[in-house]
């Protein structure tokens, strides 16, 4: 404020003007203005629901962009930033989904059924020299769901899980079990080795189970 009445007093007018200096008309102008502009200042679609296509996303044929730009809709279908989710680690603490992805690791969360899933990646990100690290999610699990929300949030059955990119994008998503785990999982991680694209690494089974 003692700015903008600075550089009025050195002749730039027009910075200073109050609802007194605007005709009736030009409010209303205004106010049927603002509400067109939303979209420039409130875009938490945007923010947090952009998704994209890759080499390394194994994507569902869904749009990955946000279909609203001011609203954010939740979803962990591959491309898209995983959610956020409170858990709770064995200890009594919370965590977020969010906290997790982080470190320059690759995270698997299966449902409460999912162990093989993280039986297989543990192996397979250890076979790949990869970081990674795994949990079954759950009132039993690694992290503790005591909310429930988990399995819906990430859409996936008790026996499913997702693959999460150190960047929080989804990488991967099997809705449920797979017959040979290990071997999905390692064909997903073949994605990540350089050089490698679409037509080096088929759609592994389980990817829409």
């Known amino acids: 404020m003692r700015n903008a009445r ?3 007093s ?3 007018g027009g910075i200073m003007k109050t609802h007194e200096d ?7 102008r205004m106010r049927e203005a603002i509400p067109h502009q939303r979209e420039h200042f409130e875009y938490h679609g945007q923010t947090f629901g952009y998704g994209y296509r890759s080499p ?6 869904g749009d990955p962009l946000p279909r609203e730009l001011t609203t954010y809709a939740p979803s962990a279908a591959p491309g898209g930033r995983a959610p956020h989710c409170w858990l709770q680690r064995p200890d009594g603490t919370n965590v977020s989904t969010i906290d997790l992805f982080r470190d320059l690791q690759f995270t698997l969360l299966a449902g409460r059924e999912g162990g093989a899933w993280v039986t297989a990646f543990r192996t397979a990100t250890a076979d790949a020299g990869l ?18 929300a988990f399995l819906d949030l990430y859409e996936i059955g008790p026996d499913g899980a997702v693959l999460v990119r150190p960047d929080g994008h989804v990488m991967w998503r099997s ?9 999905t999982l390692r064909a997903v991680l073949a ?16 990817v829409l189970a």
């Open 10 to 12: 050195a002749g730039l």
């Open 22 to 28: 605007f005709r009736e008309a030009d409010i209303e």
């Open 6 to 8: 600075k550089m009025e």
């Open 56 to 61: 390394v996303i194994f994507d569902e044929g």
């Open 175 to 183: 809705r449920g079990s797979a017959p040979r785990a290990l071997h």
């Open 131 to 148: 970081d990674g690290q795994a949990f079954t999610v759950g009132v039993r699990g690694d992290l503790r769901d005591h909310a429930g």
């Open 191 to 206: 994605a990540i080795r350089p050089g490698s694209g679409v037509s080096d690494h088929p759609a592994p089974e389980g």
